[in-house]
């Protein structure tokens, strides 16, 4: 796999979605939790989104329940949460694994191209890559990075 648009990734009713269909676009990728302390940078990911969605940009919501148990029930529910509390609108995907034989292949490919804090291990929720319009991950930011940080960087991408 040498890029984003190789990947198929299974949507909330487990149905397959190519991610060609983000092909030209700026994507930022995050493994989310609705439970843990790290769970308020849902605020600042929709305001980037509100912020540069028109100008091409996106972002891929991947809950995980790997850390923790702090990502719990279903598409429903996890869909209930974020909108009531966050009012997220950008998409949301099946929940996943993103370390251990179970990975999901996109993240197993994501931490290949841009290792973190723990090598080639995600170190927990709301870890974060950011891909350039080819389809190239440019950086990996850490489950601490508060999502608004990462705005000059977006900008960056989007108008170059």
Known sequence: MTSLYDFTVSDQ???PVSLQNYKGKVVLIAN???GCGLTPQYQGLQELYDKYKDQGFEILDFPCNQFMGQ???NAEEINSFCTLNYQTTFPRFAKIKVNGKEAEPLFEWLKKEKSGPLGA???WN???FL????GKVIERFSSKTDPLKMEEAIKFLLNN
Not at 131 to 134: D, G, L, M, P, Q
């Open 13 to 15: 009713a487990d149905q």
């Open 32 to 34: 989310t939790a609705t």
């Open 71 to 73: 990502a719990p029930g």
């Open 121 to 123: 291990r995600i170190e």
């Open 126 to 128: 709301f870890a974060k």
């Open 131 to 134: 891909i350039n319009r080819e």
